[in-house]
Nanobody, 132 residues
């Protein structure tokens, strides 16, 4: 049974850091693209980072580039999202998602090209609140 479980969310002050984890089971991590999405109240779900299957290439949305880092540990079956220099606008529910067929890429304008429909399996989400 495919399962993804996020953890590590919480309340942090602006400028602070958090590390989210996505623990996966029921599939081989290296054979799946893993994406991180977030959804703020009243806004659409936004794809913010991805680590590709096989080659492990990493991609980021402009909104988090230079502040967030995605990584995977195939031994522990986890994908992490290190979030630094957090801003109030980073407040959202964060989700990890997996798909065995999708390959994340940038479009012609170097915008991260990944959407909710591209991923088959999802975690339940973890809340991140950035506030003083």
């Amino acid at each position: 049974q495919v399962q993804l479980v996020e953890s590590g969310g919480g309340l942090v002050q602006p400028g602070g850091s958090l590390r989210l984890s996505c623990a996966v089971s029921g599939f081989t991590l290296d054979y799946n693209a893993i994406g991180w999405f977030r959804q703020a109240p009243g806004k659409e779900r936004e794809g913010i980072s991805c680590i590709n299957r096989s080659d492990g290439s990493t991609l980021y949305a402009d909104s988090v580039k230079g502040r967030f880092t995605i990584s995977r540990d195939s031994v522990k079956n986890t994908v992490s999202l290190q979030m630094n220099a957090l801003k109030p606008e980073d407040t959202a529910v964060y989700y990890c998602a997996a798909d065995s067929m999708f390959y994340c890429d940038y479009d012609y304008a170097q915008a991260l090209k990944m959407g909710s429909a591209d991923f088959a399996s999802w975690g339940q989400g973890t809340q991140v609140t950035v506030s003083s």
